[in-house]
Structure formats: structure tokens, C-alpha cells
């Protein structure tokens, strides 16, 4: 069964930091892109930032860039989301997903095959 289950969530002061991990099960995730969204209450899912299958490049919404690091473990069938600098904005549910390849732009949501359950992220002191 293919699943992805992401963890690491929870409460952080603004200025904080916290890792998000993405586990895979099912498949291998080393010939997978794969992609983190976010998404609050009424609004739309919304990119933040994904690895590519290929060689590992990083693409990153311009409002974590420099904030936010993903990077995979292919050990591990694990990717993960370090985030630094948090800010209230990015109080939301973050997911992460999974797709062999690509007929549009990274944060086309709609290109992913594979999703996870999410986890929620608050920044607030």
C-alpha cells in the first residue's frame, strides 16, 4: 500500500524552528519528485516547495525562500522540511506529495499522485 505520512508538526514561537519529515511506504521515494503544499482554513493548497527525482535540485515558493530547506534521505525513504524563522503566516497544515514526473510547474498540485494526511504547524507565542 503507497502511503506518506508526515510528522514533525506543532507548536513554535515566531522566530522558531521545526522539521517536518515526510515518510514513505509502499514505493521508494529516490525516483519520486517530491513536493511539500500547505494549506489554511479556506484557502487554496498552496506550494512551498519540492526536490526534484532527478538530481535533487530544490525549488521553493518565494515566500520560504531562504527560510526553508527540503532535502531527502533516501536511506531513510524519508524527506524532510527545515523550517527556520517562522512566522505566524506559516501557521498552517503542511503536506507533503509525490509524483513520478512533471507536465507543469512544481506547485501544480494536480501533478501529484500520492498525498499525505498532513500535519499542522502553529507559530504563535
Known amino acids: 500500500q503507497v502511503q506518506l505520512v508526515e510528522s514533525g508538526g506543532g507548536l513554535v514561537q515566531p522566530g522558531g524552528s521545526l522539521t517536518l519529515s515526510c515518510a514513505a511506504s509502499?514505493?521508494?521515494?529516490?525516483?519520486?519528485?517530491i513536493g511539500w503544499f500547505r494549506q489554511a482554513p479556506g484557502k487554496e493548497r498552496e506550494g512551498v516547495s519540492c526536490?526534484?527525482?532527478?538530481?535533487?535540485?530544490?525549488f521553493y515558493a518565494d515566500s520560504v525562500k531562504g527560510r526553508f530547506t527540503i532535502s531527502r534521505d533516501n536511506a531513510k525513504n524519508t524527506v524532510y522540511l527545515q523550517m527556520n524563522s517562522l512566522k505566524p503566516e506559516d501557521t498552517v497544515v503542511y503536506y507533503c506529495?509525490?509524483?513520478?514526473?512533471?507536465?507543469?510547474?512544481?506547485?501544480?498540485?494536480?501533478?501529484?499522485?500520492?498525498w499525505g494526511q498532513g500535519t499542522q504547524v502553529t507559530v504563535s507565542s
Open positions: 506529495a509525490a509524483t513520478r514526473a512533471f507536465s507543469s510547474p512544481w506547485y501544480n498540485r494536480g501533478e501529484y499522485d500520492y
Open positions: 509502499g514505493f521508494t521515494l529516490d525516483y519520486y519528485y
Open positions: 526536490i526534484s527525482a532527478l538530481d535533487d535540485s530544490t
